[in-house]
T-cell receptor, first 113, second 114 residues
């Protein structure tokens, strides 16, 4: 089955700096890669996703890149703000195989004001 | 409602008891997923419904766990003979399509088995 690894497990940045979180996946059949933000006591919130037919997607301060050959994808947050502090999860799924998400282990992002 | 709703928010039960956790998906979403999240970890897949049928239940840990979605909307996750190791946050997600994309999560039910 799919295995998703995520790094780093914790990340501390100064407000205004950029943050990068990286994930690798094992199943070449995976073709959908979402990122979720989870705040304490809440469910995961979908913030951006990318499909395997594109290499990059951007939404305001958030961008995701995908390298299918190397089987890795990354989340980039620019101009970080204190409200970006949360746990971020990457995930992968296949529309032709198991359609449920396989999640990484999470990255706790702390943005210092 | 506008989002996925899960009830109860918190459930404390004694070891050996039976519990039911409820999920109300976003209206019109045909796909529904149950995940379990232990402290400090990512959600782990339990079961996936497409309409009324369980399309994939390969994530259920054992036969004490069962889920239904009789009318293709609300789903109930049922756990028999609860064990302390079942303590976790149980998350439900729904999706408009059945291809595994764009899943939106509820706030979860925190289950504590004492």
């Amino acid at each position: 089955g799919e295995n998703v690894e995520q790094h780093p497990s914790t990340l501390s940045v100064q407000e205004g700096d950029s943050a990068v979180i990286k994930c690798t996946y094992s199943d070449s059949a995976s073709n959908y890669f979402p990122w979720y933000k989870q705040e304490l006591g809440k469910g995961p919130q979908l913030i951006i996703d990318i499909r395997s037919n594109v290499g990059e997607k951007k939404d305001q301060r958030i961008a995701v890149t995908l390298n299918k050959t190397a089987k890795h994808f990354s989340l980039h947050i620019t101009e970080t703000q204190p409200e970006d502090s949360a746990v971020y999860f990457c995930a992968a799924s296949s529309s032709t195989g198991r359609r449920a998400l396989t999640f990484g282990s999470g990255t706790r992002l702390q943005v210092q004001p | 409602g506008a989002g996925v709703s899960q009830t109860p928010s918190n459930k404390v039960t004694e070891k050996g008891k039976y519990v039911e956790l409820r999920c109300d998906p976003i209206s019109g979403h045909t796909a529904l997923y149950w995940y379990r999240q232990s402290l400090g970890q990512g959600p782990e897949f339990l079961i996936y419904f497409q309409g009324t049928g369980a399309a994939d239940d390969s994530g259920l840990p054992n036969d004490r766990f069962f889920a239904v979605r009789p009318e293709g909307s609300v789903s109930t996750l049922k756990i028999q003979r609860t064990e302390r190791g079942d303590s976790a946050v149980y998350l439900c997600a729904s999706s408009l399509t059945g291809d595994g994309t764009e899943a939106f999560f509820g706030q979860g039910t925190r289950l504590t088995v004492v």
